[in-house]
Structures are given as structure tokens and as C-alpha cells.
């Protein structure tokens, strides 16, 4: 999927499932600055309301529309990071290094870093609780795996194994023990060491074992 024309997102959580809350939220704390503001204006001056008003709208509406911003998607092994008003570019094909990083916790997280000449950029896998948890779409799964097995970096083919075997995981609907990265977060609580760790060529190879 990586080496087509066609875009795909590797958004853990589509941001069709938040954006309808962000807008809400935005435009609630637009209204209320602008009744706040309002309020102010009559009993002071214009601009002293619309200070106001700006003041009690922005804090909460700016984050909010910024975050109807953020995405991730992956073209032509190109994956591009957006993020409030600035955008960055990793290609996947040329990569010079890739690790897996594991932060546990309630929600324990799993990503990848994938770095180029250029730059890196941070891609989440996977999101699990003790009892289940959100895993990266298939396509996005196949699109990546497909594009790190294009790098001539090690790592980088080796984590490619590590996504292949979660998608082949998730086909046969196997239970999160069984499933790769769901087995990086276990690796990392078993050591019971710090609760982030970048996990090593040696570890990354045990996930597919």
C-alpha cells in the first residue's frame, strides 16, 4: 500500500471519531467568550469585551483547532507528520534507523521512530489496556510494513517482521498474548525496570519468535 498513489492514514484514532468533539468543543468556548465579552462591553468599553472575550475563548478553542490538524498518513513511502501549523516528511524507503518504543502504564503505548537524513518522525501502533486495547488499522499496518521492508536499514526490515506477524495475528483474531506488539508491552513490564524502553535488535527479534 505504501507504493502507490493512494494516501493512507496511520492515525490510531481517526480523527473522523474525535473531530466532531473538537469542533464542539471550539465552538463552545467561542460562544461563551462571546457572551462573556458581550457582557463585559456593556458595562465597559468595546474593546475591553472583546480583550475579554478572547481571553476566555482562546486558551480552550486555539488547542482544540489545532488539533483538528494533526494527522499521519503514508504515500509513496513517504509518511508526513502534521502537526498545529508545521509538517514533517520521513521517507520510510530511506530510512537510516527505526526502534520500537514501549511506555507502559494504565494505557501502555507502543511506537515507532523511524529517522532519515532529514529527520524522524514518531508513528503509534498500538494502545492496550490489560484487557484489551486499539491497534493501527490494517491498511496502515500493510502501508508501513511495505515501506520498512524497502529500507536497507536492519532494524528497519526487522520491525517490518514484527508488523507483518501483527497483521497475520490480527487475520486469525488471536488474543492479545499472542499478538507482537501487545508482547512488546509485556516484554518491557516483565523487566520491571523504567516504564519507557526502546527496545533492542534482540528484543525487537523475540516479538516474532
Same mark, same amino acid.
Given at each position: ?171 486469525? &483474531? ?26 533492542? &535488535? ?8
Amino acid at each position: 500500500m505504501g507504493d502507490g498513489r493512494d494516501q493512507v492514514s496511520l492515525d490510531l484514532v481517526p480523527m473522523s471519531l474525535i473531530a466532531p468533539r473538537l469542533k464542539k468543543v471550539a465552538l463552545g468556548a467561542a460562544l461563551l467568550g462571546v457572551v462573556i465579552g458581550a457582557v463585559v462591553a456593556v458595562f465597559t468599553q468595546f474593546w475591553v469585551g472583546v480583550a475579554v472575550g478572547a481571553i476566555v475563548a482562546l486558551p480552550t478553542a486555539l488547542p482544540a483547532l489545532i488539533a483538528l490538524r494533526r494527522g499521519i498518513t503514508l504515500q509513496d513511502n513517504v509518511i508526513r507528520s502534521t502537526g498545529g501549523f508545521r509538517a514533517r516528511h520521513v521517507d520510510v524507503a530511506a530510512a537510516i534507523g527505526a526502534e520500537l518504543h514501549v511506555r507502559c502504564g494504565r494505557v501502555s503505548e507502543v511506537s515507532i521512530r523511524i529517522t532519515d537524513s532529514a529527520g524522524s518522525v514518531a508513528v503509534p501502533l498500538a494502545l492496550y489496556t490489560d484487557d484489551g486495547g486499539r491497534e493501527l488499522e490494517i491498511l496502515g499496518l500493510r502501508g508501513l510494513a511495505d515501506a520498512l521492508s524497502r529500507s536497507e536499514s536492519v532494524p528497519a526490515v526487522a520491525i517490518a517482521s514484527v508488523l507483518i506477524e501483527q497483521l497475520r495475528a490480527e487475520a486469525r &483474531d488471536a488474543a492479545l498474548g499472542d499478538r507482537p506488539l501487545y508482547r512488546a508491552v509485556a516484554l518491557v513490564k516483565s523487566t520491571g525496570g523504567s516504564s519507557r524502553a526502546v527496545l533492542t &535488535d534482540h528484543e525487537v527479534a523475540e516479538l516474532t519468535a
